[in-house]
């Protein structure tokens, strides 16, 4: 994969430093997230087994795998932050109640690490989805060595969370195992799909204009499995609770500078301005396009799944970047 070699300007500087108030007001704003509940109530519906599930993401691909053979209950609700969004008393009880727990880990779920250890130390069978993949560390300087949990931009993984799941799911007490392995081999064949539609749409893009650059480091994975550079991120670090400074904002100016990037991508998660106030004061012509990538939507919304979720991404990247 190629690097990116940033080095900030003055003038980049004098732009980035009237920025900062903004994309601190941002950052405040985008890790505000109530949390919510979706799914089955309690430990158990009409008497099947409980599975609770940390993020939607996750607790979408689980509920494709279960199918009316467990209660799946997800913590965290549509358009949310999973660095950010807490649970309430009621909801971390349901986690020790639990036939398994389901997680994203490789440290994500930032507020509700407390309340996974708690249940995994009472004995609830916990699943880490980062425990079942080939894990990339950051790249960026400020987060250099530390893994990152974003590993869903990569359908590949997530095809090596299924695997490792599908058993887990398929031992929970009650269950109808035959079940549970006929959807998870339908799911498989979903992914596979979405590999390949991925593939051939980043395919028509030509190497230069693969360069990516977005309100923070969300995208390692894709950019590894489908030959993007990395270019940089507003927000540094890997989490949205972070703020920039000064020159990382004039870094990733300088960056965008000389690669020509024109088009930069906004999270659906966190507000666009943050990136249209880089274009505007920076005083670059791009445009800002938006992703869906740490959260899904309501059913009204424009990723309501996994899949969705992905196929809307791919074709705004694709077609952002064929521009």
Not at 42 to 61: C, H, K, M, Q
Not at 286 to 312: F, I, W
Request: proline letters at 4%; charged letters at 20%; a negative charge.
């Amino acid at each position: 994969m190629r690097r990116s070699r940033h080095r900030s300007t003055r003038g980049a500087v004098v732009a980035a430093a009237g920025l900062t108030a903004v994309l601190l007001a941002g950052c405040t704003a985008a890790s505000g997230h109530a949390s919510g509940l979706t799914g089955s109530p309690g430990a158990s519906s009409g008497g099947r087994p409980s599975v609770v599930v940390t993020t939607n993401i996750l607790g979408d691909v689980v509920t494709e795998l279960a199918g009316e053979q467990l209660a799946v209950t997800t913590l965290m609700k549509s358009d949310a932050d999973p660095h950010s969004f807490e649970i309430s008393a009621q909801e971390a009880a349901m986690l020790g109640s639990a036939a398994l727990v389901v997680s994203n880990g490789l440290g994500l779920e930032e507020g509700l690490q407390q309340h996974l250890d708690r249940a995994e130390a009472g004995g609830v069978p916990v699943f880490r989805a980062g425990d079942a993949i080939d894990v990339l560390d950051y790249r960026a300087r400020d987060t250099a060595g530390l893994p990152d949990p974003h590993f869903w931009t990569d359908p590949a993984r997530m095809l090596d969370v299924v695997d490792a799941l599908e058993p887990m799911l398929a031992a929970v007490d009650g269950v109808d195992a035959e079940a549970i392995l006929a959807q998870s081999d339908d799911y498989r064949g979903a992914l596979r799909a979405l590999d390949a539609e991925m593939t051939a749409a980043f395919g028509t893009l030509p190497a230069e204009r693969r360069a990516l650059v977005t309100n923070h480091h969300v995208f390692g994975y894709l950019a590894d499995r489908y030959d993007f550079e990395l270019v940089g991120a507003v927000i540094p670090g890997g989490t949205t609770l972070a703020a920039p400074s000064a020159s990382d904002l004039a870094e990733l100016v300088e960056a965008i500078e000389s690669t020509g990037v024109r088009t930069i991508f906004a999270e659906s998660s966190s507000p666009d301005r943050l990136m249209q106030a880089l274009a505007a004061e920076a005083d670059l012509e791009v445009d800002v396009v938006e992703l869906y990538t740490e959260s899904l939507t309501s059913a009204e919304g424009g990723a309501p799944d996994y899949l969705t979720m992905m196929r809307v991404n791919t074709e705004r990247i694709a077609t952002g970047l064929s521009a």
